[in-house]
């Protein structure tokens, strides 16, 4: 059973960063990609970033290009994010996802985690 399980949210200042980590289990994802998404109350899930299992491609939403880092240990079978400059606006609950044939479109995963909450505040 594939099980993804984020961790590291919280609550961070305006300006600070925050590490977020997926812990992927279950299956090799050897041709998988694994995904970041947010979600705000009332609103679509956002995509934010992905990176290939295997080759390592990165892809990220405008919105966090060069704030924002995906990264992974495929020794560990653990994907991150590294969040740097967080405005308020990235305030929502993450989820970590991975599937086959996943770019942007959240339709393309076929594996979620539960979310961890980040919220950006003074």
């Known amino acids: 059973q594939v099980q993804l399980v984020e961790s590291g949210g919280g609550l961070v200042q305006p300006g600070g960063s925050l590490r977020l980590s997926c812990a992927a289990s279950?299956?090799?994802?050897?041709?998988?990609?694994v995904g970041w998404f947010r979600q705000t109350p009332g609103k679509e899930r956002e995509f934010v970033a992905r990176v290939r299992w295997s080759e390592g491609n990165t892809y990220y939403a405008d919105s966090v290009k060069g704030r924002f880092t995906i990264s992974k240990n495929n020794a560990k079978n653990m994907v991150y994010l590294q969040m740097n400059s967080l405005k308020s606006e990235d305030t929502a609950v993450y989820y970590c996802a991975a599937g086959l044939n996943g770019y942007s479109n959240a339709g393309g995963y076929d594996y979620w985690g539960q979310g961890t909450q980040v919220t950006v505040s003074s």
């Open positions: 279950g299956r090799t994802f050897s041709g998988y990609a």
